[in-house]
Each structure stands twice: as C-alpha cells, then as structure tokens.
C-alpha cells in the first residue's frame, strides 16, 4: 500500500509538470523532474516509519544527494531553451500533442520512474540491521556518483569554451567511456538495488536491469549517437577508439581534439 501511496505523489507531481508546460510551451523541466520522481517513493516510504533503520537514513542521505544534484544540474542546463527530443516528440504527435504530452512525456516518465525506484522503497521500509551488502552499496554509490559528476563538469567545461561547438571530447573520463556519465547513473541504480538486496528483496533487480537498458538502447547511448554523427565530424573516430558505455583502455591512434 505505501508503494501505491508513492506512485500517487508522483503522478500528482508530474500533473504539476504538465501543467507548467501550459506556461512555458516547454517539456524540458520533465528531465529536471526525473531524480525528484525517485526521491519522491523513498521520502514517501519514510514518512509511514516513526523509527527508520540505519539502512533507511542512509539510502534517503544518499537519494537526496543524487536526486537534487541530477535535477540542479539539468534545470541550469536546460535553462530557456527546449532540448531538440521533445521538440522531435512534438512534430510527431501533432494534432493536440498540448493534451496527449501529459501521458506520452509526464505519464509514462512518471511511471517509469515509481517501477525503477522500488529498491528505494524495500531499502528504506525494511528493520534489519545493515549488513556487508549495504557497504559495498556505499561504495558503488560513491564511485558512480563521481563518474557522474565529474563527467558532467568535465563535458560543461569543454563545451563553454570558444571554437568547441563541433568538437568532440576526448579526454579525462571521455577518454575511456563515450558517455561516462550514463556509467555513473548505472552503478548508482545498481548500488540502489544492493541496498533493497540486502533486505532480501529480490524484485529489486528489475530496476537496474530497466535502467540500464533505457540508458543504452532508449534515452541515453543510443539516442545520442543518432545524430551526433553530423554535428561533430571527429565522432566516428572516437567511436573506434573508445567504447560506448562501460570505461576501457582506449585504442592506439586515438586523437586528442
């Protein structure tokens, strides 16, 4: 019941978003929205516990931290302008997409969101004390929430400065990973899955495995390198010399632009 209850507060809150879009003919605050939807079923979760467990405390510490830098950072990115995907999502389900955006944008993210946070919800309901599992969880979170950061500022940095508009990225973390930051979201979900693990839970594998898979086939790998070829000349050979998703060595003769 507490996991409907949060399913609720969610699609109350992207009710909101879609409101919101009336003002600004925009559905990019959807993207600054989408951590919020996660912490949204822990905080929910939370608040039927008079007495949370040290796992409980912790998992809400590091959600909360997740999901305000995710949706900071994307609200300041996003600021004023439209991204190109929703644009596309528009011209393609014209006429009336004003009303169909609150199922096929907000609806489905909101969804989407309530069925990949349930280890926060097992996590943070259940009483055991913590275990081995919960550390190396700890440790996965650490590790993928700096490949995440740091991939961010590295990649905002670049793109701030003169003359790299059809550039392509190529070093510091971008030298082992296409998209080092779609890596680090990964392993957060996956350490989100170690924590529900360690309650005994085993549904909460379903929800690193679904976000995973929309990061690479869906919203993320996949999505960008559609077009990415035209915009930026270099990328072809950075394909060939590094991998897609998971970091790696790259290959000799990789070019530094």
């Not at 699609?11 to 600004?24: C, D, E, H, K, Y």
């Not at 440790?139 to 790299?164: C, K, M, N």
């Amino acid at each position: 019941m507490i996991y409907t209850y949060a399913l609720i507060a969610i699609l109350m809150f992207a009710l909101s978003g879609w409101l919101l879009s009336f003002a600004t003919h925009h559905y990019s605050h959807v993207d600054s929205m989408w951590s919020l939807f996660m912490a949204i079923t822990a905080y929910i979760s939370a608040i039927f516990y008079y007495d949370l467990s040290v796992r409980a405390c912790l998992v809400l510490a590091l959600v909360t931290l997740w999901a305000l830098r995710l949706s900071i950072f994307l609200t300041w990115r996003n600021w004023g302008k439209e991204d190109h995907r929703y644009d596309t999502i528009r011209k393609n389900n014209e006429p009336y997409f004003w009303f169909k955006s609150v199922y096929i944008i907000f609806g489905l993210q909101a969804l989407l969101a309530w069925v990949i946070s349930y280890p926060l919800y097992a996590a943070v309901t259940d009483q055991a004390p913590l275990q081995w599992l919960d550390w190396v969880a700890t440790l996965l979170f650490a590790l993928g929430f700096y490949w995440e950061v740091v991939a961010d500022i590295q990649l905002t940095r670049f793109r701030s400065q003169p003359g790299h508009e059809n550039k392509v990225l190529n070093t510091g973390l971008w030298r082992y990973s296409r998209h080092p930051n779609y890596f680090g979201e990964s392993m957060i979900w996956w350490s989100f899955a170690l924590f529900g693990a360690a309650t005994g839970d085993h549904w909460v594998w379903l929800s690193p495995v679904i976000m995973t898979g929309l990061l690479l086939k869906v919203s993320g790998v996949s999505l960008m390198e559609k077009t990415i070829h035209s915009r930026r000349p270099g990328y072809a050979e950075y394909i060939k010399n590094t991998n897609a998703f998971i970091p790696g060595i790259p290959k000799a003769g990789q070019a530094h632009d």
